[in-house]
């Protein structure tokens, strides 16, 4: 009820029936009295507890009224017309003695006034409607007062401990008001309506009191705007709920403030002491966030999903306030972030978050990544003797504590105790680790830290390692079993016997099988190869199951696939003259 469209002009009320109206003057209002017929007599039936202002010559006033005469005969009344009776009191526009009786008056206090017929309309009286020499009595409530001189009425009665920015001209602001006349009665309410006022202020889209009142105000700030008539809606009113020449009192509470010209604002709440790094356009950011509007009301959480909220920066994939607010941060790092409507959800809002809103994330950096990192290694000790560098196909006994970014723990093999074994380059860990176990000495303590897509990708291990994390292993290497040159998974430590199939068949029946049968005459060859290792003549491929690999290397000389190795089936491996391999 605040805001008057640029060019529009509200239509004019009904006219007001004026039934006493002699030589221009307008008929005064009602009042009761006893005693003398010849003296102005004011009596004081209800008076409010708060009377900041009483009438005084030259203001203009709004009341209603009841005119009787003695006898309780009605020869007038503003009820009956539905309209108070608005005037200027002290310049002659009304019977001397109303002129008299209202000064002094508050607003919403009745009088009873009994008017002496010299100070009302005298002998002459008012043809068909007061006899001459009558005294008159008006019952009189006052129900608005305002002067010309005037100006808007400011009066704050909550101001918040922190006011960063106020109110100016242009700037664009949403508020919830109650609208009431000076007597209290209420014309509008933006509360029952439960939607906020928005608007540009200072630019002629509200009433000009309004525009003025305003100004200055801190978001959660509460004050009472009074505004006379002719910085409101004037002689004419608003067409529909606000009279002509009514005073309004608008109790105001800022929600929210920005200006269209306004970027998105960064306070830094913690930053790290170190930080290597900090994020970039296409960085893959993992953060936690409390979000709410301007004046504190909660709206979203990722702490409540109990999960970071996962994103790219830099490239769309978030709200344009937001895509600048995170660039430049610390893992570890809290800031909060105070996005502008037009580079947030603008003027249309997205679900509980209101149209024009400007939004306050706080938030909390977990982690980042590019998807062109690899893995960072940092070594923090080596012993004296560091020559021997584990490689691929090497047999790896380590211990690790596994963590996120921020100090998260996730795994730990020295709280379970016992050592983590692995071949190297086997795939029997994510690719990060593999990368970060290589040409390690035994003794060594490093930090590898693995990028997910190194690690366990977006989909993460559900219930141990959340999807897009960067993962940090302190890793100490305990034990190294030298494995075989790639692609054997048995080698000859020394010279191969010349007649090897002939030491194999010792019965000489030509036919080897894997494991040995009831026929007595029938060689074992599982057993042979497992002697060949025992007397450290043969050695099979550490970290993997021995059996396994005897059996596959039964398989692959038993070509015809019958079972069984014939002399002519037998053939070894000549890959290279050292490491000859069944």
């Known amino acids: 009820m605040a805001i008057r469209a640029r060019g529009w002009r509200p239509p004019p009320p009904p ?164 609208g009431t006349f000076l007597d209290g009665t209420l014309f509008d309410s933006s509360h029952n309506r439960m939607k906020t006022y928005d608007t540009y202020v200072g630019i002629g889209w509200l009433i000009p009191g309004m525009d003025k009142g305003l100004l200055g105000m801190c978001v959660g700030e509460k004050r009472i705007i009074t505004i006379p008539p002719f910085l409101a809606y004037g002689e004419d009113g608003d067409g529909k709920d606000i009279p002509g020449q009514a005073s309004l009192v608008f109790d105001v509470a800022l929600l929210d403030l920005h200006n269209p010209k306004d970027g998105i604002s960064i306070e830094n709440k913690v930053v790290p002491e170190n930080c290597e790094r900090q994020s970039q356009t296409g960085d893959f950011l993992r953060y936690h966030y409390n979000g709410t509007l301007l004046d504190g009301t909660f709206f979203d959480s990722s702490y409540s999903r109990n999960r970071t909220f996962d994103t790219y920066i830099g490239q769309g994939y978030v709200i344009a306030g937001m895509d600048e607010g995170l660039l430049g941060v610390c893992i570890g790092e809290k800031r909060r972030i105070v996005v502008p409507p037009h580079l947030g959800y603008g003027e249309e809002g997205r679900g509980n978050i209101p149209g024009s809103a400007v939004l306050v994330f706080d938030i909390h950096v977990i982690d980042f990544h590019n998807p062109s990192d690899s893995i960072s290694i940092t070594s923090h000790y080596k012993p004296p003797d560091c020559s021997v560098l584990s490689k691929k196909g090497d047999y790896l006994k380590y211990h690790y504590n596994a963590s996120l970014l921020d100090g998260t723990l996730l795994d730990s093999t020295w709280n379970l105790g016992k050592t983590y074994n692995i071949v190297l380059g086997s795939g029997q860990v994510v690719l990060g680790m593999d990368m970060g176990l290589r040409e390690m000495c035994v003794g060594e303590k490093r930090t590898v830290i693995i990028p997910p897509h190194l690690g366990y990708g977006e989909a993460g291990v559900d219930g141990e390692v959340p999807g897009s994390a960067v993962l940090v292993f302190d890793i100490e290497l305990l034990e190294l079993v030298a494995g075989l040159p790639e692609g054997y998974m048995f080698i000859w430590n020394g010279e191969v016997s010349a007649n090897l199939f002939e030491e194999i068949d010792k019965d000489g029946n030509g036919e080897v099988l894997l494991e040995e049968k009831k026929q007595l005459c029938t060689e074992k060859f599982s057993e042979y190869i497992h002697a060949q290792v025992a007397s450290g003549k043969g050695k099979l491929a550490p970290g993997f199951d021995a059996e396994m690999i005897v059996k596959n290397m039964f398989t692959n000389q038993d070509r015809n696939g019958d079972g069984k190795v014939t002399a002519e089936e037998f053939k070894l491996k000549d890959q290279e003259a050292k490491h000859d391999e069944l």
Request: proline share 6%; glycine share 8%.
């Open 15 to 178: 006219l007001l029936l004026l039934l006493l109206w002699v030589t221009g003057q307008a008929a005064p209002v009602a009042g009761l009295g006893l005693g003398s017929d010849t003296e102005l007599q004011i009596e004081r039936r209800f008076v409010p507890d708060e009377c900041p202002r009483t009438v005084r010559s030259g203001d203009f006033v709004r009341y209603h009224y009841v005119g009787m005469f003695p006898d309780g005969q009605k020869f007038d009344s503003s009820y009956d017309r539905d309209s108070t009776f608005n005037v200027f009191v002290g310049k002659g526009q009304l019977i001397a003695g109303m002129d008299q009786a209202l000064v002094g008056m508050c607003v919403n206090e009745r009088r009873f006034v009994k008017i002496p017929s010299k100070l009302a309309y005298g002998s002459e009286g008012v043809s068909g409607v007061i006899p001459p020499d009558s005294v008159l009595h008006f019952d009189v409530l006052l129900m608005d007062i305002w002067n010309s001189e005037d100006q808007v009425q400011i009066h704050t009665y909550f101001k918040p401990p922190s006011c960063p920015r106020t109110i100016q001209v242009s700037d664009f602001v949403r508020y919830h008001y109650n």
